[in-house]
């Protein structure tokens, strides 16, 4: 069975940093096309970032490019979203998705 | 960038009623569309992807149909389980790019 667990998430002051984790079960991440999307509260959904199987392929939100960085540890099975530089509007709760499986989220707030 | 224009933005509706939802991308996109659900506090479910094919466990109530550029999510008798929140997604090109959403309510 495919299982995404996000962590990470929390308070945060704007300018801050932030390190999103997804473990993942039930499938070889190694070889699995990532996202994050996130969801901002009471708003609609939007895609944030994308590795590729093979992790030579990225592409990023402009909302975030430069700020956030997505990795992966195959040993670990685990997914990464980098978030520097936070600023208010990154105030969302953060999924990672594979294929149409959804974690259950993590929320992050950037407030002072 | 594709923009997909979700509509309506919400309705209201009887259990047992026809219930359709309509997206509409900015530039073809093949069959590379997902509906999803979401019920407050929970993450998004999907309901179809590849325009047309049923998620496996999902109910054969939902059905969608399109490609190119118009796509239709078709809720074929409304039950009680299923007042929520739907968004198409369009997977063809990044960035993926999600409709405005549509909050299907109880009349």
């Known amino acids: 069975e495919v299982q995404l667990v996000e962590s990470g998430g929390g308070l945060v002051q704007p300018g801050g940093s932030l390190r999103l984790s997804c473990a993942a079960s039930?499938?070889?991440?190694?070889?699995?096309?990532m996202n994050w999307v996130r969801q901002a509260p009471g708003r609609g959904l939007e895609w944030v970032a994308y590795?590729?199987?093979?992790?030579?392929?990225?592409y990023y939100a402009d909302s975030v490019k430069g700020r956030f960085t997505v990795s992966r540890d195959n040993a670990k099975s685990s997914l990464y979203l980098q978030m520097n530089s936070l600023r208010a509007e990154d105030t969302a709760l953060y999924y990672c998705?594979?294929?149409?499986?959804w974690g259950q989220g993590t929320l992050v707030t950037v407030s002072s | 960038d594709i923009q997909m224009t979700q509509s309506p933005s919400s309705l209201s509706a009887s259990v047992g009623d026809r219930v359709t939802i309509t997206c509409r991308a900015s530039?073809?996109?093949?069959?590379?569309l997902g509906w999803y659900q979401q019920k407050p506090g929970k993450a998004p479910k999907r309901l179809i992807y590849?325009?047309?094919s049923l998620q496996s466990g999902v109910p054969s109530r939902f059905s969608g149909t399109g490609s190119g550029t118009e796509f239709t999510l078709t809720i074929s008798s409304l039950q009680p389980e299923d007042f929520a929140t739907y968004y198409c997604?369009?997977?063809?090109?990044?960035?993926?790019?999600f409709g405005q959403g549509t909050k299907v309510e109880i009349k």
């Open positions: 998705t594979r294929s149409g499986y």
């Open positions: 530039q073809g996109i093949r069959n590379d």
């Open positions: 039930g499938f070889m991440i190694s070889t699995s096309t």
């Open positions: 590849d325009a047309s």
């Open positions: 590795i590729g199987g093979s992790s030579n392929t990225i």
């Open positions: 997604l369009q997977y063809n090109s990044y960035p993926w790019t």
